[in-house]
C-alpha cells in the first residue's frame, strides 16, 4: 500500500495507537448498544466485531509482501542501542493492502535497513522476522507532490517509509509489530513496538451518501484562512531571490467543487476542480519581484475503497484510480488491489448531516474540512 499526495488537501497523517504491554489495542466493541449511533447496521457491528479478534502472529507473519525483504525463521537479533530512531506515523491496516511504517532518524544516520517481527498484542512473537535493506525504503524527497503548507512541514519529521503489504490471508482483527533499524556498521536500534488494527472496507452507515465540501479551514504560522465553495483563499509566502534577497508572493486558490460519494458496499468517487493563482517562479526569483502567469485549473476524479476505523475514529480512502486534468493536460492510473494509493487517513467527526476531516500538525498548525449533504 503506497502513500499519495493530492493537490492543496491531502496529508497523510495517521497516529494509530501505540502499544506496549500495559497498553493494548482497545476493544473496538466496548461500546454498549445505547452508545452507538441509530445508523449502525448489523454489517457495521459484524464488521466491528471482526476488527476486535486477536490475529495470530505466524498467521500476519505468513501474509505480508515485503519487496526486497529476506525472511528469516529466528528471534530477532539483539540490539545494542547503539543508534536511534522515531517512527513518525503509521497509515492504517487496510484489508488485502497493508500499511506503511513512516519514520525518521539523524540526518547523519546512514541505516542499511530494518528488522520487522510481527507479535500478538499480548507479546506472542512469530517464528520469523524480516530483513528489509534500505534499497526498500521510500524517501519522501523522492516524490512529486504539492501540499498546503502545514503539509509541507508536517512531511519534515519523516526521512523514510516501508510499505508493507497483505496477501488475501490475512483478515480483519488485531495484531503489532516491533520493528529496530540497523546501520552498516552492525549497529541495531532499540526496537519501537507498535499495534495495528486490520480495517475491513466501509464500517459507519452515517457516512454513506453524497457530500459536498461546505468549509475548508487551514491555520499555518499564524494565520488563519477559511473558504467555501467558489471563495478565494490566500497564503502569504518569502521566495529566495538569485541576489540573495527576499521577494514577498501571494498564492491564492479556489475550490469549485469537492464532493465525496461514499457507498454502503465499501466503494467511493471523489470529484475536485480548483482554481490556482500561478507564480513564474524563474521569472520571480530572477528579477526578485512576483511575476505571475494566468491562473490555472485544475481537476481530479478519484475511486476506490473506504474504511472507518471505529476505535480511533478514523476515516481511510484507499484510490485505485484516478483522473488529473492539470490545465488540459489529463493523466489517468490504476492501481490493482494490493497496490492501492492511500488518498487520505485522518481523523473525521460525524453529524447526522455533516461530517469534518481535521488533523492537528503541532505547534498550532491544522486544517479542517467539512462536508454536507
Partial sequence: MKFLKLCLLFIIAATLTFCSDDQPIPDDMSETEEEMTDGDTTEDTESANQESTILEANLVSDGLVVE??????????????????????????????????????????????????????????????????????????????????????????????IDIGFDTTIPAGQFCYTLCVYDDLGNISLPEEVCLTVENFGGNANLVGVWNMTTYQETYDGMTISAGIGETFCFDD?????????????????????????????????????????????????????????????????????????????IVFIEYSFTENDNGEIYSETFPLGEGEVLLDAPVVITSDSFTISESYGDGDTYSITFEN
Avoid at 535493506?133 to 519529521?157: H, I, Q, Y
Avoid at 534577497?245 to 471523489?270: K, M
Avoid at 502567469?293 to 480511533?312: E, H
Fill in 68 to 161: 526486497g525483504a529476506t525472511k528469516i525463521e529466528s528471534a530477532l537479533p539483539q540490539p545494542n542501542g547503539a543508534i536511534s530512531f522515531t517512527i513518525a506515523s503509521n497509515g492504517s491496516a487496510i484489508i488485502n493492502e497493508g500499511f506503511d511504517i513512516q519514520f525518521a532518524s539523524a540526518p547523519d544516520l546512514n541505516i542499511a535497513g530494518a528488522y520487522l517481527q510481527i507479535t500478538t498484542t499480548d507479546g506472542s512473537a512469530a517464528d520469523a522476522y524480516y530483513d528489509i535493506p534500505s534499497g526498500s525504503f521510500n524517501s519522501f524527497g523522492d516524490r512529486e507532490v504539492t501540499l498546503n503548507k502545514a503539509a509541507k512541514a508536517r512531511l519534515m519529521d519523516v526521512d523514510q517509509t
Fill in 238 to 314: 518569502q521566495l529566495l531571490c538569485n541576489n540573495g534577497d527576499f521577494v514577498a508572493i501571494t498564492e491564492c486558490s479556489s475550490y469549485e467543487l469537492l464532493r465525496f460519494t461514499i457507498n454502503a458496499d465499501g466503494s467511493y468517487s471523489l470529484e475536485e476542480e480548483i482554481i490556482d493563482s500561478d507564480i513564474d517562479y524563474d521569472q520571480t526569483v530572477s528579477s526578485c519581484m512576483e511575476i505571475e502567469r494566468p491562473d490555472t485549473t485544475y481537476g481530479y476524479v478519484s475511486s476506490g475503497k473506504w474504511a472507518y476505523n471505529q476505535t480511533q475514529e478514523r
